[in-house]
């Protein structure tokens, strides 16, 4: 199935099929990953911008890679060093880059919703890398992706999903796209840290099965839980004293060895990155044989793959696979 939208903006907007879309796309494109020349012809000619206004390890450099393992040209604006910090404004920033040729613009910035302006004034293709504190569609769909790698389905599955839930775009994206494919998802943390909204986005479960629960107490997100997803504490973006300090933090919502001791015996443990160990997550645990950060990231860069293939350049299905050439199950 081809995706017909020209953005990638939410998961909020994106329906079950483009999402399993994206998510079977990007197996292929993981088994290429695999090989020794990570290199298909499939986006010749076409350009990529990435254009970062807050900082980023993971996102943006998997986003150059899948790029360039699709043979598109990358480039990359860095804020600091551009006419943006001169004054110039993100339309014309936007429009100047379009006007060179630019076929998407992936794009991280501070303002919720900054995409869906782009989106509208610009005939590029825009992908949010994370917007605010509204979305950020590519991590959950990588994070989709990873739980359905070792469990083999996302229905049904119990997530807990723990920490700094309101200030997360990661937790807003997994939940609406968690809810959507029918998986049972617990939110955790302090009640300060727990956003009023999603009792709204709760609403949205029902029709595929799964529910939205919330809770303050980690154990009991924990427990029986097929998988277990821990946040990062957003230490720059507290500004109202929300919790009493970080050591309290870690004593109360911590997750640790002794607390996934209440998990599945055969759970996962996720963490979107960057982590601050010995804060919401304990270094033992993040090390440990049932941690698969270090996929994620992996598989970030096959959904990124997968994502501009599907906006830029492919229909899917077995053209996908043709396009890729061949080899690809
Ligand atoms: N998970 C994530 O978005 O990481 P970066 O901030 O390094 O891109």
């Known amino acids: ?38 290199k298909v012809p499939t986006l010749r000619g076409k350009s990529i911008l990435t254009l970062f206004y807050e900082a980023s390890t993971r996102t943006r450099t998997s986003f150059e890679l ?3 393992y699709l043979s598109a040209d990358t480039v990359n604006i860095a804020t600091t060093t551009s006419a943006i910090v001169k004054g110039e404004t993100l339309k014309d920033t936007a429009w ?8 998407c613009i992936v794009m991280r910035h501070p303002i919720a919703g900054a995409p869906h302006f782009l989106a509208r004034i610009c005939q590029a293709s825009i992908v949010n890398a994370g917007d605010g504190m509204h979305e950020h569609p590519t991590q959950g769909l990588l994070d989709m992706f990873s739980i359905a790698e070792r469990k083999g389905r996302l229905k049904g599955l119990k997530v807990a999903i723990i920490g700094d839930i309101f200030h997360s775009r990661v937790a807003r994206s997994n939940i609406w796209g968690l809810g959507k494919m029918g998986a049972d998802v617990w939110l955790a943390g302090p009640s300060t840290l727990i956003p009023p909204e999603v009792e709204r986005m ?10 939205l629960r919330v809770t303050c107490r980690v154990e009991e997100a924990i427990e029986a839980a097929d998988v277990v997803m821990v946040l990062r504490l957003q230490l720059e973006r507290q ?12 004593r109360l919502f911590g997750v640790d060895r002794r607390r996934l001791a209440l ?67």
């Not at 953005?7 to 993981?30: P, R």
């Not at 100047?96 to 076929?103: F, H, K, L, P």
């Not at 500004?239 to 870690?250: D, N, W």
């Not at 015996?265 to 960057?274: Q, S």
Request: aromatic share 6%; net charge negative.
């Open 66 to 68: 899948a790029g360039k």
């Open 1 to 38: 199935m081809a995706l017909r939208r020209k953005d990638i903006l939410t998961l909020e907007d994106m329906s079950v099929q483009e999402m399993q879309a994206i998510l079977d796309n990007a197996s292929s494109f993981k088994e290429i990953l695999g090989r020794d020349i990570k």
């Open 96 to 103: 100047t880059v379009e006007a060179m040729g630019i076929d």
């Open 263 to 329: 998990a599945k015996d055969d759970f996962i443990l996720m963490h979107p990155g960057p982590m601050n160990r010995g804060v919401e997550i304990a270094s033992n645990a993040a090390d440990a044989d049932y941690s698969v950060i270090i996929d994620q990231v992996t598989n970030g860069v096959a959904v990124r793959m997968a994502v501009l293939y599907l906006l830029l350049g492919g229909g899917g299905g077995e053209e996908a696979v043709a396009d890729k050439g061949g080899e690809v199950r």
């Open 202 to 211: 709760g609403e949205t479960f029902g029709s595929r099965g799964g529910r």
């Open 239 to 250: 500004k109202k004293g929300l919790f009493p300090s970080i050591r309290e933090y870690a």
